[in-house]
């Protein structure tokens, strides 16, 4: 159905200031980037003579309007012309992209754009560095995913990569894993409805329209779409890492698992965080706790971190209860039965063969830190040489498991790494299924091997914080 919008009083219509007869839809979005094109293959222009300047034609099954005779008749007159342009539309639809990719073969540094490095770890030099800009690499085609993997040898007969990684070659895959573009450039310029709110704004209100320029872009970059793009593990044996940075706290989850030095691999196995309130299922006896960690450090040689020394003294009481007695329940006692927070993690060096479990006891509403490394005084002793001193911290905060690289303000030298796999898929499913996806923040680091990949954000503008510069100001206050 094609109708066309008429001003009327108290009536909510869209303009645009510099789009002149465009039809634009309601439902779904389309980008604005090359928007004649990209719309040209799906909406008609306007009939010469039945439309007024800058007056947008909707068209939408989903609207319902008042039909009067005017309507009809221009719903007739697309009609009879549907066969008149449709040669035209076929031609332009097929062409657009084979124009754009030779318009942006080179880099506009004006224009956003990710710089992605990628060098062995521990070496100031940079081995290759690729652009991604109107999502994809310059230099290849169009793609949804780009693909980085292994440098191509001298049998393979295609290279099938975007980014290649020059080290490592016996640990990395053809496909090792995957950077998706969904929501990257081309949906950031997608005009939704709160830009054509936006844009009309300035249409019909005498206020807005004086507003300065850089008032206006200053808005603008609030209410537009944020491009983000998201990288995953295509299944790999060896996995890909993302690094985690000493200055920014990142969230725990269960069945996560964590690569610190060089072959040193820890698992979270089981956690509690926060308070559930599940009266049934509720055991008020503390008695009971104190047993399930008995019994996990008398099967397991699980180690207790994080209790006080009455607790200590009331888990100790219950081991000797259990060996002395020989003490055996019919019924197995788990601690995620009882309310405490806890973490359960595992450790496991393939050099060694040297497994571990750890247990890390917290209140709530109560912040705990348990420190991890080489040091005497780190709470996890793990003496490996490729380990730092002070290698990472687990901390409890707000109800919440976290995990930070090093202490204070050093890092650790081999770094703490987050596996984009989680820790039962890869040990109990035959073939390997694609990770979940990870954003791409700026700064972000990806160790794949030996490989470090680094992505910097170029002209993204102030993502962390938008303030209100002098110049923003100033021109709010000259505004009459």
Not at 137 to 163: F, P, T, V
Not at 276 to 287: C, I, L, P
Request: overall charge positive; charged content about 25%.
């Amino acid at each position: 159905m094609s109708y066309q919008l008429q001003p009327k009083p108290l009536q909510l219509f869209y303009y645009l200031p510099y789009i002149h007869q465009l039809a634009i839809p309601m439902v779904p979005q389309y980008p604005i980037c090359n928007f004649p094109q990209q719309m040209s293959s799906i909406y008609y222009p306007a009939v010469p003579g039945t439309s007024q300047d800058n007056c947008i034609v909707i068209e939408d099954d989903n609207i319902q309007p008042p039909l009067n005779q005017i309507h009809s008749m221009m719903i007739q007159s697309y009609t009879n012309r549907e066969s008149i342009v449709l040669q035209d539309q076929v031609m332009q639809q097929e062409q657009p992209i084979e124009k754009l990719t030779h318009q942006t073969d080179n880099l506009n540094e004006n224009e956003p754009h990710i710089r992605i490095s990628i060098y062995k770890q521990h070496s100031s030099q940079t081995d290759s560095e690729f652009i991604l800009q109107n999502d994809r690499i310059l230099g290849s085609n169009y793609k949804k995913e780009i693909i980085i993997g292994r440098k191509r040898q001298q049998e393979d007969k295609q290279d099938s990569c975007d980014i290649y990684l020059p080290h490592g070659d016996k640990n990395v895959e053809k496909v090792h894993c995957k950077i998706l573009t969904d929501k990257g450039f081309t949906f950031s310029n997608t005009l939704t409805k709160p830009l054509i709110l936006f844009f009309s704004l300035f249409r019909n209100n005498p206020h807005a329209s004086k507003l300065p320029f850089q008032v206006i872009k200053h808005i603008y970059s609030f209410i537009k779409n944020k491009p983000q793009f998201y990288i995953c593990d295509n299944g790999t044996r060896n996995g890909t890492f993302m690094k985690i940075k000493k200055d920014k706290l990142r969230k725990i989850e269960q069945e996560n698992t964590y690569l610190i030095g060089a072959d040193t691999f820890f698992h979270v196995l089981e956690m509690k965080s926060q308070l559930k309130q599940n009266k049934s299922k509720k055991v008020k006896d503390q008695n009971y706790f104190y047993n399930a960690l008995a019994k996990e450090h008398i099967r397991k040689g699980a180690k207790i971190h994080g209790l006080t020394l009455e607790e200590t003294d009331m888990l100790n009481i219950t081991l000797n209860e259990i060996k002395t007695t020989k003490q055996k329940q019919r019924t197995s006692q788990k601690l995620s039965q009882y309310d405490r927070p806890y973490l359960k993690i595992s450790f496991d060096n393939q050099a060694i063969h040297q497994i571990q479990t750890h247990i890390f006891v917290a209140n709530y509403n109560q912040e705990s830190i348990y420190k991890i490394g080489r040091s005497q005084e780190c709470d996890v002793l793990v003496n490996i040489n490729t380990v730092s001193r002070r290698q990472a911290q687990i901390i409890y905060k707000n109800n919440e498991w976290f995990i930070h690289d090093g202490e204070g303000l050093r890092e650790s030298a081999n770094g703490t790494w987050q596996s984009f796999q989680n820790f039962t898929n890869k040990n109990h499913e035959k073939k390997q299924q694609q990770s979940r996806p990870q954003l791409i923040e700026d700064q972000m680091e990806i160790k794949i091997s030996e490989n470090i990949v680094k992505f910097d954000f170029v002209n993204f503008g102030t993502t962390k914080k938008r303030k209100l510069n002098k110049v923003l100001i100033q021109d709010l206050l000259n505004l009459q």
